[in-house]
């Protein structure tokens, strides 16, 4: 059965653009120097897959700017939550799970994507949802469906993440800090041109801090953090017209963050006699060797040409993620539930853009084709439990889960004259995913295997606005559409049928 939600509102507070901001009507903004866009005092985003005055994009976002990240201290996007109205994050096995306006999803299994997309400079993220910020310079959280322009997994929203790039004149930044619980935090950027047709950057950070929690079991801490990244960025003119710029990009998390818990005092453990703590930041866990282990491998080529008319834009990209998760599920001395989880995923993206080469008097435009192929494994899940009269077991899961999608998309704004205009836009999506190499089994006994699954679903979103532009801010009702498709219990390998696609409808109306 197919899942629908439906949101409405009739505020028109809420279609207000951002207080302050100053608007710029018919001019292209992608054409104007820094200095003048500064002297402008106006927040340009990205928001519409083209350069806008944020006063005027009919969207309801919260922009994060670089200042706002560094002053409170937000180290991830785990972080967003405490400055994005409408924003939540919950952490399911050590990875953040964002819900925009109560969409999103608390599964974490192989193959499974959120109901908020992330990008992060122009590039989906289809696995990897803890992005590091110290080398953010802009977030626009993007609220409702954005099932037009984002299309898959964009149901509850979506998160544009733009980093630091490369500048024309040779800069370099180092920032260190240190405190209590042993926090070293270190922080290095560096950017310059190459010569007049390449410009480099590259951004590190390190960040160590020792764990919150006591383990009365063996008197060691846990919930500790280490973790380091490097995010690299080439851009490159080939000619007057085409350009490049190549991104890489390395993170690794090695910590116990998820691993701090207690037991109630009538949990199972207790009532069996097993030590438990429920004193705050204080654990009583026969596990030694809680983990939350992961690194992550991206690798994406932006490449722009510019034709007499129009400009055309691809992004491919390739990101590799392996975890490794421990934890002591019971929260006890007691071997009842113990997890331990491995999985890998490879995942590759190509889009093309099409869109106008300068701002268009009376209509704007874009085209655009996405695909992905990815391929999501446990290897394995290993649930260690005790069974009365029978002794310990581990039970070890098994299951890959393939995806490739495709999909069409456009979208056009006709201005009827300098205040009132038009969008409309529409994309469709088809989606095929398989799982295979299913089994369940007991370690050291016998394994079921299961035959391989298969399903597709295709859809049609659309997104559809009128809109009222004043001096300083905006007036519009919309409608718009986001799809998720179905998806395989890779942990459940006993459930062949997929869950249902999601979709999202969301109206203003004023």
């Known amino acids: 059965m197919t899942v629908r939600r439906t949101i409405a509102s009739a505020c028109a507070a809420a279609c207000l653009g951002l207080a302050g901001v100053r608007t710029v009507a018919a001019e292209d903004l992608s054409q104007l120097d820094l200095r003048s866009l500064m002297n402008m005092d106006i927040t340009l985003v990205n928001a519409q897959k083209r350069t806008e005055d944020a006063a005027q994009v009919p969207i309801s976002m919260t922009v994060v700017k670089a200042d706002a990240i560094r002053a409170l201290n937000l180290e991830s996007t785990s972080d967003l939550q405490f400055v994005v109205p409408g924003l939540t994050t ?20 192989s193959g499974i994507e959120r109901s908020v997309a992330i990008y992060v400079d122009g590039v989906y993220q289809a696995t990897q949802t803890f992005v590091d910020l110290a080398d953010v310079e802009q977030i626009e959280v993007l609220k409702g469906p954005q099932g037009t322009l984002y299309g898959r997994n964009a149901s509850g929203g979506a998160i544009n993440i733009t980093t630091r790039g490369p500048s024309d004149k040779f800069t370099a930044t180092t920032e260190a800090t240190a405190g209590n619980l042993d926090i070293k935090d270190g922080y290095a950027f560096v950017s310059g041109p190459v ?8 951004a590190a950070h390190l960040r160590d801090r020792a764990g919150t929690y ?17 995010h690299g960025r080439a851009q490159f003119d080939v000619t007057s017209t085409f350009r490049g710029e190549a991104l890489v990009s390395y993170f690794s998390r090695d910590d ?16 069996l006699g097993y030590g438990v703590s429920t ?16 690194d992550a491998t991206a690798a994406a080529l932006k490449l722009t040409w510019e034709a007499p008319f129009a400009k055309l834009q691809s992004i491919s990209s390739y990101a590799n993620q392996r975890r490794a998760f421990s934890a002591d599920l019971d929260a006890s001395t007691a071997k009842l539930a113990h997890g ?13 853009q099409l869109s106008p080469l300068h701002e268009q008097e009376h209509l704007d435009w874009l085209l655009g084709a996405f695909y992905i192929d990815s391929a999501d494994a446990f290897t394995p899940v290993a649930a260690e439990v005790t069974v009365p009269a029978v002794g310990p077991l581990t039970i070890v899961t098994t299951g890959e889960a393939h995806t490739q999608a495709t999909a069409m998309f456009g979208e056009a704004t006709w201005w009827l004259n300098p205040s009132w205009s038009l969008t409309g836009g529409a994309r469709y999506s088809y989606e095929y995913r398989v799982i295979d190499n299913s089994t369940v089994g007991i370690l050291g006994g016998p394994v079921i295997q ?15 606005i009128v809109k009222y532009s004043l001096e300083r801010t905006m007036v519009y009702a ?27 409808t969301a109206s203003i109306l004023l």
């Open 214 to 230: 006591y383990n009365l079991y063996d008197g060691q801490h846990v919930d500790d953090e280490h973790y380091y990244s490097l």
């Open 90 to 109: 919950t952490s399911n096995v050590g990875l953040m799970l964002p819900y925009i306006r109560g969409i999103g999803t608390d599964i974490n299994t």
């Open 256 to 271: 116990s963050v998820a691993f701090g818990n207690q037991a109630e005092l009538n949990s199972i453990p207790a009532l």
């Open 478 to 504: 919309k409608t718009e559409t986001g799809f998720k498709s179905g998806v395989y219990n890779t942990t459940n390998t006993t459930q062949l049928e997929p869950v249902a696609p999601e979709k999202v």
């Open 450 to 464: 299961f035959p391989e699954h298969h399903h597709h679903w295709d859809d049609t979103t659309y997104r559809a």
């Open 340 to 352: 331990r989880i491995h999985s890998n995923a490879d995942v590759f993206t190509q889009e093309l």
């Open 279 to 294: 004193r705050p930041y204080v654990t009583d866990s026969d596990i030694t060797d809680p983990a939350n282990r992961s």
């Open 195 to 202: 010569n007049e047709d390449v410009r480099l950057s590259l």
